[in-house]
């Protein structure tokens, strides 16, 4: 046994067992490398040893488990070729470590052992760990990327289903570098690998944050150290490598699947035959894969994820991690344009299907934006996608969020506003404290269950928008809001342009204004930091800011993979609230309106706003009292007859002395003019059905004076009929009195 090989088993059992030892003394410090208990098994031929060894190992890990996992450790790096298991009972672990011994300390079956003494792995070791149903994986090359699939070995062992991987400099990783230097460790000699369950609390969709449990379950040896992984170039999407370059195939081994039999195969087929000329295929795989690592091992021809080679043809490494079989092909860079239907796709389930931690895709809309997308070139394009029509609704969700605050800190709310916000959506109308929620994940939810069309989106961002132009303080609403919002806007205006014209040059657009709005969300004050991690826009701008953090690298891979699940979606039903927001916009454009045109009194009001039922909200912050012109708003109506009052008594029209109840002589088409402030006061008592006493004087001398005299004046013609409308709604009791009092004064002249 050589050198080399003595520092490959320390690596690859040695190594995790060091890590755990010491971040349990705390001499080493990765808080988010989480560690499982792991023993080490030598191996011997004493059946009792092994069974004492067994027997104390199943006992001080089974007490909090119900499954332990087996793992052989090969003293050469042939990851995977001996068999690792899941242990249920103590019997079970028996028979799989008594297997496994048996196996590394037997005599290597292939006709060319790869030791001269014959034996398979004699100087290998087992370790057992408890076991860890995974929902995803990843293996970190510390100085490169990160790469993440499916379930424990959904990388390693080359599975199908969704991969995502990160570029990873190691630049402001500072944590790591440190840790593997107090290992003594050569960061681009060593491979991570790390396990992950998602938890069902954890959803995408509507939690907070994601925090899924994960653990460091092996550091093993790279002696040929990383493959970086390039941006491919323009009209290539099929990853592996060549290892001349260039490679005219002479034989086709296709790899059939992922198990621990087929990789055996795989590494006794390269060790005992010239594989220079052979091109491995393994469709849906990755250049991370035990497979891949075997192949480079052993200078294979060819390396492809695809099932597409035969024999004559002649592949090329075209970019690192790259092939193509054209061997004339001529680079060009990157074209974002080939995968624009992916995109498109992409941005109708971001705008349609808003989910709170889609903001962790943040990344792969910079890795296609850059023209570097590093796995499946078309699912990049399209969470890219998905994170473009993501940003405008998170956006409209804080700004929403934030509004609840109107009522309290906005000085100069009105009836519109408060109206338009409890009638954006059914679900913000008010609670049993007759008050708008105060929760903010109530208004999140609201848009995540709530999808509504573009215009809706682009038309609820522009009213927001007003709304934080004025009247805001102590540190809510103002500027910062409004700046945020705005962009929102921009954003939607781009992907409307870019929907009718899907062209470069609108592409392009598109894409810098999601870039634009990113960095002002990202900066004001972290915009979004109310249900998402500012570290998911730092991955994502910034690749140096890419950490070995397992919790942020599986936030990305659980967005991504919720993402995906709804590519093939049926668009949802989607709700339109455009009329309100343009009817609110038109409304607050003219000031005049509030006071002379109320709310509730418009012929044009949308019919959503007759939802409304608390109408005491609609006077919050209004000091003046805006009129809302609800014919049920109690509160309103009681500051009307207060103004009422002292306009007659202003006016001098209080008293029955004051006024004049003779019938003047019926001329027709005479012209008769009313003061402009008298009108508005019969107005504001017929339109408000204000049926009191202090008005039925007022209301007399209106008859006599205006109502009952032929004229032809527009606006007299309008009391009269604002005068039907009151005196037919009019309290039996009410006209009864009025009449009595007519009668009185008129006996009262005679």
């Not at 003293?75 to 079970?92: K, Q, W, Y």
């Not at 202003?650 to 019938?663: A, E, F, G, P, W």
């Not at 339109?687 to 008005?695: D, E, H, L, P, R």
Request: proline share 4%; with cysteine; charged share 20%.
């Amino acid at each position: 046994m050589n050198e080399q090989a003595d520092k490959q088993v320390s690596q690859k059992a040695e190594a995790l067992q060091k890590l755990t030892k010491g971040m349990k003394a705390g001499a080493l410090y990765a808080p988010e490398w989480k560690t499982l208990s792991t023993h080490r098994l030598e191996l011997t031929h004493d059946d009792e040893e092994r069974s004492m060894h067994i027997s104390r190992i199943w006992d001080e890990l089974s007490y909090n488990t119900t499954q332990l996992f087996v793992r052989a450790c090969p003293l050469s790096p042939r990851a995977g070729v001996l068999e690792s298991s899941v242990a249920n009972t103590l019997d079970e672990m028996s028979v799989i470590v008594n297997r496994i011994m048996d196996t590394m300390l037997g005599a290597d079956p292939s006709s060319e052992p790869l030791y001269e003494h014959g034996l398979l792995e004699p100087d290998g070791c087992i370790i057992v760990q408890p076991y860890i149903d995974a929902t995803a994986s990843a293996v970190v090359s510390p100085t490169s990327h990160i790469v993440m699939a499916r379930d424990n070995d959904g990388v390693t062992a080359g599975k199908d289903g969704l991969k995502v991987a990160l570029r990873h400099t190691g630049v402001k990783d500072h944590q790591t570098r440190k840790l593997l230097d107090d290992m003594e460790i050569d960061p681009t000699k060593i491979e991570l690998e790390f396990v992950s369950m998602s938890r069902e609390q954890d959803s995408v969709r509507d939690s907070h944050s994601l925090n899924p449990r994960t653990y460091i379950v092996q550091l093993r040896g790279a002696e040929y150290g990383h493959t970086p992984l390039a941006p491919p170039p323009a009209g290539v999407s099929i990853s592996g490598f060549v290892t001349g370059g260039t490679i005219t195939v002479k034989e086709v081994y296709t790899i059939a699947d992922s198990g621990d039999e087929e990789l055996a195969r795989l590494e006794q087929h390269l060790r005992e035959n010239d594989v220079t000329q052979t091109a491995f295929i393994h469709a849906d795989s990755s250049s991370l894969s035990h497979h891949a690592g075997q192949c480079r091992k052993y200078s294979a021809g060819a390396y492809i994820n695809s099932d597409s080679p035969r024999v004559g043809d002649t592949w090329v490494e075209c970019a690192s991690g790259w092939v193509i079989d054209d061997p004339t092909f001529d680079a060009q860079p990157f074209e974002h344009m080939e995968y624009v239907d992916d995109f498109k796709r992409g941005v109708t389930v971001g705008l349609t299907h808003f989910s709170r931690q889609y903001g962790w895709l943040s990344n792969h809309f910079h890795q296609y934006l850059g023209g570097a997308p590093l796995m499946d070139i078309g699912n990049t394009a399209y969470l890219a996608g998905v994170f473009t029509g993501y940003l405008p609704n998170a956006i409209m969700a804080v700004s929403l969020g934030e509004l609840r605050h109107a009522v309290g800190q906005k000085k100069n709310l009105l009836p519109i506003d408060s109206a338009t916000l409890g009638v954006l959506y059914e679900e913000l109308d008010f609670n049993e404290g007759n008050d708008y929620s105060d929760d903010r994940k109530t208004y999140y939810a609201t848009i995540e269950n709530n999808p509504i069309t573009a215009d809706s989106i682009t038309g609820q961002l522009k009213w927001m928008s007003k709304q934080y132009a004025t009247g805001w303080s102590g540190g809510y609403g103002g500027a910062k809001y409004q700046e945020s919002t705005d962009k929102g806007v921009l954003i939607m205006d781009a992907i409307k342009v870019f929907g009718k014209k899907p062209t470069k040059e609108n592409l392009t657009a598109l894409l810098g204004a999601v870039n634009d709005g990113e960095n002002i969300v990202h900066n004001n004050g972290f915009f979004l930091d109310k249900f998402i991690s500012q570290r998911a826009f730092d991955i994502g701008t910034d690749m140096d800011n890419v950490a070995i953090i397992p919790k942020e690298m599986f936030s990305v891979y659980y967005s991504a993979l919720d993402a995906v699940s709804h590519k093939h979606d049926e668009i949802p039903t989607l709700h339109d609230n455009s009329e309100v927001t343009a009817f609110a916009m038109k409304y607050n454009a003219k000031p005049v309106w509030h006071g002379m045109n109320p709310l509730f009194q418009r012929t044009d009001l949308p019919a959503a706003y007759l939802r409304l039922t608390e109408l005491h909200m609609l006077h919050y912050n209004n000091n003046e009292l805006t009129p809302c012109g609800h014919a049920k708003c109690e509160k309103c109506k009681t500051v009307i007859e207060e103004k009422l009052y002292s306009s007659m008594l202003s006016l001098k029209i209080n008293t029955h002395l004051d006024l004049d109840m003779s019938s003047p002589t019926q001329v027709d088409n005479t012209t008769i003019m009313i003061d402009a402030e008298e009108h508005d006061l019969y107005y504001q008592i017929f339109t408000k059905g204000i049926y009191s006493t202090t008005v039925s004087q007022t209301v007399l001398k209106c008859l006599n004076t205006y109502l009952n005299v032929a004229c032809n004046n527009p606006a007299i013609d309008k009391l009269r009929k604002h005068y039907s409308y009151w005196l037919a709604n009019a309290p039996h009791e009410y006209r009864l009195e009025l009449q009595e009092l007519a009668e009185a004064i008129n006996t009262q002249e005679e």
